[in-house]
T-cell receptor, first 115, second 116 residues
Framework: DQQVKQNSPSLSVQEGRISILNCDYTNSMFDYFLWYKKYPAEGPTFLISISSIKDKNEDGRFTVFLNKSAKHLSLHIVPSQPGDSAVYFCAASARNAGNNRKLIWGLGTSLAVNP | NAGVMQNPRHLVRRRGQEARLRCSPMKGHSHVYWYRQLPEEGLKFMVYLQKENIIDESGMPKERFSAEFPKEGPSILRIQQVVRGDSAAYFC??????????????FGEGSWLTVV
């Protein structure tokens, strides 16, 4: 049961244009969402996060939008640069009965930004 | 301000040997997580530890795999009697103590295990 879904395994965008990566979730208890970027042979790097009390968070070229009613979030990268080419993972967490948190991960979307 | 440190970066083991992967969390972080990425697959959660305490090991295979995070020293992921299917990238992550608003975890560079 995939609670966090990234339905597009890959995305190709022209340099300078906007990249939009999507993520859907099923668990309404999720209240914290994160995006990570991963280059081959490296560990994932934290990009940006958003709490469920917000619907938008912006950091430079990266903006995350959260639509709680649709259980959907998206990462916008504008303008896209060739160095943004990587695999992007969406993750979500909820506080459990033991007062702990565990991140639930999507399978990733591979972004290619073409010069 | 060192990040999460993992070693070795690359490890080759013959079938039946033991593999030990080490992880030192970021300074000030008391929580450690281990993930595995098999070839052509996404990140799979394995185990979540605090010092001297396993919080969640729901992603750990039932046999041959164990993890610890002692009071002193790094966290260790131990794989006994390795098989070819254990060949993967193993990522460690750490985070500060739990906060109400949620945890951001920070990853190390990974340890690549190859079983021959």
């Amino acid at each position: 049961d995939q609670q966090v879904k990234q339905n597009s395994p890959s995305l190709s965008v022209q340099e300078g244009r906007i990249s939009i990566l999507n993520c859907d979730y099923t668990n309404s208890m999720f209240d914290y969402f994160l995006w990570y970027k991963k280059y081959p042979a490296e560990g994932p790097t934290f990009l940006i996060s958003i709490s469920s009390i917000k619907d938008k968070n912006e950091d430079g070229r990266f903006t995350v939008f959260l639509n709680k009613s649709a259980k959907h979030l998206s990462l916008h990268i504008v303008p896209s640069q060739p160095g943004d080419s990587a695999v992007y993972f969406c993750a979500a967490s909820a506080r459990n009965a033991g007062n702990n948190r565990k991140l639930i991960w999507g399978l990733g979307t591979s972004l290619a930004v073409n010069p | 301000n060192a990040g999460v440190m993992q070693n070795p970066r690359h490890l080759v083991r013959r079938r039946g040997q033991e593999a030990r992967l080490r992880c030192s969390p970021m300074k000030g972080h008391s929580h450690v997580y281990w993930y595995r990425q098999l070839p052509e697959e996404g990140l799979k959660f394995m185990v979540y530890l605090q010092k001297e305490n396993i919080i969640d090991e729901s992603g750990m295979p039932k046999e041959r795999f164990s993890a610890e995070f002692p009071k002193e020293g790094p966290s260790i992921l131990r794989i006994q009697q390795v098989v070819r299917g254990d060949s993967a990238a193993y990522f460690c992550a750490s985070s500060p103590p739990l906060s109400y608003s949620g945890n951001t975890i920070y990853f190390g560079e990974g340890s690549w295990l190859t079983v021959v």
